[in-house]
């Protein structure tokens, strides 16, 4: 099993930008755990960033036919990228939507997401464990099938 992590704009700066929302923890950190998970899970994973929408619309079109599941938290994009939406939809590749913080119950906009129609579920304000969790809901999913 191969899954792709998408990660959007700003999420490389994690430790740094609103610690007290995203925490202490390091992109670096995060990219590391999702590694060790992936290994003690026996599965292959992926992880991309950018800060550009064109970017992360060409590395979901690139994961056709090579990717099995693909975890994203398209950060700020989700509250305004049809493209990104569009793209999840023509892949068809089971998606899980990720996001550190409980946008649910942050501002207006936050509460916005183009791409949730297309993601088969969605994991909101758990931490970076959020992405672990993703990983392993794919796995349930994709080894049922």
Same mark, same amino acid.
């Given at each position: 099993m191969k899954i792709l992590v998408i990660n959007g704009p700003n999420l490389n700066m994690l430790g740094v930008r609103e610690p007290e929302i995203y925490g202490k923890e390091t992109y670096e950190t995060l990219c590391e755990s999702i590694k060790d998970h992936a290994n003690k899970k026996g599965i292959e994973v992926e992880l991309f960033q950018s800060n550009h929408e064109g970017a992360l619309v060409d590395e979901i079109q690139a994961a056709y036919k090579?990717?099995?599941?693909?975890?994203?938290?398209? /950060? /700020?994009?989700?509250?305004t990228s049809v493209a990104l939406l569009d793209a999840v939809k023509a892949v068809g590749i089971p998606t899980v939507e990720v996001h550190i913080s409980a946008v649910d119950t942050r501002e207006d906009f936050r509460q916005i997401s183009y791409i949730r129609k297309a993601c088969v579920k969605t994991i909101s304000g758990k931490g970076l464990k959020g992405y672990l969790e993703a990983i392993d809901f794919l796995i349930g999913m994709l080894g049922e099938n």
């Open positions: 090579r990717f099995d599941g693909i975890v994203i938290n398209p /950060a /700020a994009y989700t509250h």
